[in-house]
């Protein structure tokens, strides 16, 4: 059985001229899109197949990231329901000089696993065993809230 942990992924982009907005900070859309598919990483190695976005609910933006410095976009399943997985997808903006993060996105995710056909297919039972699964499955929870 999967675990909460076995579930997190991480990943950077470079904020680009291309990526930019008008002001010289990451565009939005490009936030949420790399959002959607780190997220989309996330439950597809947790059920180990393939997924579909369901839903992309309570999208936040906190802070902008300058051109030319790091998205760090990090997500987890952290529920489970008969096909679909719950993730918690969240943004922040790494300097690239000092390594400091801050918040800049977050949001709730769901995905569906689907077989070739596009059907939805069982997904397995979530495992929250250790103090660091629950600590960061209670940060979901309430941030439902």
Not at 91 to 110: I, Q, Y
Request: glycine content about 6%; overall charge negative; charged content about 25%.
């Amino acid at each position: 059985m999967p675990t909460l942990l076995d579930s997190k992924v991480e990943s950077r982009r470079l904020v680009l001229p291309a990526q930019s907005s008008a002001i010289k900070t990451a565009h939005g859309g490009n936030v949420l899109k790399w959002m959607e598919q780190t997220g989309s990483m996330s439950a597809m190695h947790f059920c180990q197949g393939e997924v579909v976005t369901a839903e992309f609910d309570r999208s936040r933006f906190h802070n902008p990231i300058p051109e030319g410095d790091i998205a760090l976009i990090d997500a987890y399943v952290y529920e489970v329901d008969t096909s679909s997985m719950t993730i918690r997808v969240r943004c922040f903006h790494e300097n690239h000089e000092t390594g400091e993060r801050s918040l800049t996105s977050d949001a709730k995710m769901v995905s569906v696993a689907v077989d070739q056909e596009g059907q939805s297919v069982g997904v397995p039972d979530l495992e929250v065993d250790t103090d660091a699964g629950k600590r960061l499955r209670n940060e979901a929870l309430n941030a439902e809230n």
